[in-house]
T-cell receptor
Framework: SAVISQKPSRDICQRGTSLTIQCQVD?????MFWYRQQPGQSLTLIAT?????????ESGFVIDKFPISRPNLTFSTLTVSNMSPEDSSIYLC?????????FGAGSRLTVL | TQLLEQSPQFLSIQEGENLTVYCNSS?????LQWYRQEPGEGPVLLVT?????EVKKLKRLTFQFGDARKDSSLHITAAQPGDTGLYLC?????????????FGKGTLLTVNP
C-alpha cells in the first residue's frame, strides 16, 4: 500500500491566520481525501481532492474555508483559512484504491 | 447521510480477557473496513469485508460481516496491552463511491496488564 507523508505534524496558530497542510504519497493514486478528527472523536470527511479539477466538498465544508489543491497524482494540500479555536483538530490525508484507504499520520492543529 | 453506530464507545479490560466491538447501520454497505489508530498516528487498516456472512481472522482478531451487510463485529481473544488503541469501523455504502467511507465514532480500548 501507499506511504503517505504529511507536514506539518503539528502546529500552534493564532486566530485569524491560515495554515497549509501538505500531503505527499510515494506512488500515484487516483483518489485522495482529507479528513478531520476532533479530539477523542471519529473521522469526518472534508473533501475529495480531484486531480486537475476542483475538490468535491462534503456537507458543512466549503472551499473558501478549506481550499484544496491537487496538482498531480502524488500531492495535495489543504489550507485551513481564517482559523478559529473551533478549527483545532487533527487533519488527515488519505489515499485509496478499491476498499483500501491508507492514512497519513495527521497534522495536529491548535488554534489560540 | 449513512450512519454507522459503533459500540461500546469505551472499553477497559484486563489482559487475557475477550471482547467484542459492534458496528451497526440501517443502510446496506458494499464493504466495511476496520481500522486501528494509536495516539499520534493515522488509522491503519486491519481488514476489509465485502461478502454478507463473511468471517475473517487476523491472529487473535475475528471480523464478521452480517448476512444483510448492515452490521459487523470485531472480536478479540485473549487481549494484550498491545491491542490498546482506537478501533474504527468504516463503511462504503451501496450506490455510492467505494472510495468514500463513513466512519463510526470509534471504540477506545484499553487493555491493562
Amino acid at each position: 500500500s501507499a506511504v503517505i507523508s504529511q507536514k506539518p505534524s503539528r502546529d500552534i496558530c493564532q486566530r485569524g491566520t491560515s495554515l497549509t497542510i501538505q500531503c505527499q504519497v510515494d506512488s500515484q493514486v487516483t483518489m485522495m481525501f482529507w479528513y478531520r478528527q476532533q479530539p477523542g472523536q471519529s473521522l469526518t470527511l472534508i473533501a475529495t481532492a480531484n486531480q486537475g479539477s476542483e475538490a468535491t466538498y462534503e456537507s458543512g465544508f466549503v472551499i473558501d474555508k478549506f481550499p484544496i489543491s491537487r496538482p498531480n497524482l502524488t500531492f495535495s494540500t489543504l489550507t485551513v483559512s481564517n482559523m478559529s479555536p473551533e478549527d483545532s483538530s487533527i487533519y488527515l490525508c488519505s489515499a485509496g484504491g478499491a476498499n483500501v484507504l491508507t492514512f497519513g499520520a495527521g497534522s495536529r492543529l491548535t488554534v489560540l | 447521510t449513512q450512519l454507522l453506530e459503533q459500540s461500546p464507545q469505551f472499553l477497559s479490560i484486563q489482559e487475557g480477557e475477550n471482547l467484542t466491538v459492534y458496528c451497526n447501520s440501517s443502510s446496506v454497505f458494499s464493504s466495511l473496513q476496520w481500522y486501528r489508530q494509536e495516539p499520534g498516528e493515522g488509522p491503519v487498516l486491519l481488514v476489509t469485508v465485502v461478502t454478507g456472512g463473511e468471517v475473517k481472522k487476523l491472529k487473535r482478531l475475528t471480523f464478521q460481516f452480517g448476512d444483510a451487510r448492515k452490521d459487523s463485529s470485531l472480536h478479540i481473544t485473549a487481549a494484550q496491552p498491545g491491542d490498546t488503541g482506537l478501533y474504527l469501523c468504516a463503511g462504503a455504502w451501496s450506490g455510492g463511491s467505494n472510495y468514500k467511507l463513513t466512519f463510526g465514532k470509534g471504540t477506545l480500548l484499553t487493555v491493562n496488564p
